[in-house]
Nanobody, 118 residues
Framework: QVQLQESGGGLVQPGGSLRLSCAASGSAVNTMGWYRQAPGKQRELVAT???????NYADSVKGRFTISRDNAKNTVYLQMNSLKPEDTAVYLCNYHKRYINGREVDYWGQGTQVTVSS
């Protein structure tokens, strides 16, 4: 069982910045990332980053958000700049692992609220 510990989030004015962190237990060979869910909307990918791989971003956050990770700490970060009101959502950390036998597992953090408002 993988446990995820999220931190960061909060209230910020439009144009501001926030940084989210997510530390995972378990294997460091994985893909970690962030998804978000706004009220009344489906969960959507924000950014993911495999260990030893390249990042993948949603078009809506390209150029504003940066995902990074510290493999030694099994921790992923999301630096969010130039925040917009439409970025308001609960942000959820995701841990995804695919095993050699093809089995895939996903674990989710409890979510952290990001509110962008003046």
């Amino acid at each position: 069982q993988v446990q995820l510990q999220e931190s960061g989030g909060g209230l910020v004015q439009p144009g501001g910045s926030l940084r989210l962190s997510c530390a995972a237990s378990g294997s460091a060979v994985n893909t970690m990332g962030w998804y978000r869910q706004a009220p009344g909307k489906q969960r959507e990918l924000v950014a993911t980053l495999p260990s030893g791989g390249t990042p993948n971003y949603a078009d809506s956050v390209k150029g504003r958000f940066t995902i990074s990770r510290d493999n030694a700490k099994n921790t992923v970060y999301l630096q969010m700049n130039s925040l917009k009101p439409e970025d308001t959502a609960v942000y959820l950390c995701n841990y995804h692992k695919r095993y050699i036998n093809g089995r895939e597992v996903d674990y989710w953090g409890q979510g952290t609220q990001v509110t962008v408002s003046s």
